[in-house]
């Protein structure tokens, strides 16, 4: 089975896209996770390059703008402003501007593909999870006023066992 390249990155960038976009195994909410992620993206700029020419990404720079511009008036207005939350936010936004750019035409398609692969395999999960098998979890969230219910998170769950039984990692419910 000979898989080209290019389709390769093209899996791997549409499923980084996906996940980075709300995935709690994923979140970026310290830190250190910040400027991993923001190093990530330097390093993609730099491998495409090319996508930053004037002419060409001018749709991500009136973006880029646009959203800097409410962040100098959340700064200027509210006074206060996270400058890691910040420099990740338009990190993500150059993130899926690369990705849009070099998956092209090929996104929806791809981005249907690995949906309907993450449904496939939350739907095994789901049915091992609601049969009483609970998946080991990867590490162990203490837990804190937000979330007192003892989080758990692994691959295919993120559970908060708690009144809503929520769970809302990438391999939720099915479809959902």
Do not use: C
Request: aromatic share 22%; hydrophobic share 50%.
């Amino acid at each position: 089975m000979n898989v080209p390249k290019k389709k390769i990155t093209v899996y791997l960038y549409t499923f980084l896209f996906a996940a980075m976009s709300g995935n709690p195994l994923f979140s970026i909410s310290g830190d250190t996770s910040k400027y991993i992620f923001i190093a990530f993206v330097l390093l993609l700029v730099a491998k495409h390059h090319t996508y930053f020419n004037l002419n060409k990404g001018i749709i991500y720079y009136r973006f880029f703008v646009f959203y800097a511009l409410i962040f100098l008036f959340q700064k200027l207005i509210l006074g206060y402003i996270s400058f890691p939350s910040t420099i990740a936010f338009m990190a993500r936004i150059t993130l899926g501007y690369i990705i849009i750019r070099h998956v092209g035409h090929n996104f929806k398609y791809a981005f249907f593909q690995i949906m309907f692969l993450v449904s496939l395999i939350s739907l095994f999960g789901f049915m091992w999870n609601f049969l009483g098998k609970n998946i080991p979890y990867i590490y162990y969230t203490p837990p804190i006023d937000m979330y007192s219910d003892n989080s758990g998170r692994n691959i295919i769950f993120f559970h908060q066992h708690g009144t809503g039984h929520r769970n809302s990692g990438m391999f939720w419910e099915p479809g959902a």
